[in-house]
């Protein structure tokens, strides 16, 4: 089955801005719309973004999504250190093998 | 507030089936149109998608795992449960159960997981 890569880490210090890349195909991402999820040490995942650019109730509009072609992004305004997580970037494939797909995972260190 | 509890054996002898239920509350699982979706992680890796039950019953499952997963729904309990049989060590993980929204809409299909249990270690080990 189809993945969907992310750079396994980016940092920044307090206050800063980070971003992180998700490429994918024209099977998934050129495809299909892009959901985001935050995973904090030692919990489950929760949803950040969804349908690319929607915000969930409660999340911040620090965090934010975009996508064009075969990629998308994930932004993050004024770093805390409480965002400090994995974040990972999924999506359905639509190929042959067809089914949920995630990203390879980021880490985001906050310097 | 809607949760979901995933419960179930811990420790699974390699060559037999694993078995989780996840457990809704605060709703009916059968009020809405919501893919009931199974994620695992096994240790410092990455998140892999499982498989998932639509209310009326449809599955649909990973490829990699197809022919040795069962996803299922007790709407009667507002449960639904993953089987995997023929387990190995690299079944190993934490299971997690999620509610899934899955639609299309101007041409795209969007899919996410919106609700998600706190997840279950399982190891497979003799």
């Known amino acids: 089955q189809s993945v969907l890569t992310q750079p396994p880490s980016v940092s920044a210090a307090p206050g800063q801005r980070v971003t992180i890349s998700c490429s994918g195909s024209?099977?998934?991402?050129?495809?299909?719309?892009i959901s985001w999820y935050q995973q904090l040490p030692g919990t489950a995942p929760k949803l950040l973004i969804y349908?690319?650019?929607k915000r969930p109730s409660g999340i911040p509009d620090r965090f934010s999504g975009s996508k064009s072609g075969t990629s998308a992004t994930l932004g993050i305004t004024g770093l805390q250190t409480g965002d400090e997580a994995d974040y990972y970037c999924g999506t359905w494939d639509s190929s042959v093998s067809a089914g949920g797909i995630f990203g390879t995972g980021t880490k985001v260190t906050v310097l | 507030q809607v949760q979901l509890q995933e419960s179930g054996p811990g420790l699974v002898k390699p060559s037999q089936t694993l078995s989780l239920t996840c457990t809704l509350s605060g709703a009916s699982i059968t009020s809405d149109p919501y893919y009931w979706s199974w994620v695992r992680q096994p240790a410092g890796k990455g998140l892999e998608w499982v498989g998932r039950v639509h209310t009326r019953g449809n599955t649909n499952y990973n490829p990699s795992l197809k022919s040795r997963v069962t996803i299922s729904l007790d709407t009667s309990r507002d449960q639904f449960s993953l089987n995997l049989s023929s387990v190995t060590a690299a079944d190993t993980a934490v299971y997690y159960c999620?509610?899934?929204?899955?639609?299309?809409?101007?041409?795209?299909?969007?899919?996410?997981?919106?609700?998600w249990g706190k997840g279950t270690t399982v190891t497979v080990s003799s």
């Open positions: 349908d690319n650019n």
């Open positions: 999620a509610r899934g929204s899955y639609g299309r809409k101007d041409f795209y299909y969007y899919y996410y997981m919106d609700v």
């Open positions: 024209s099977f998934n991402i050129g495809k299909n719309y």
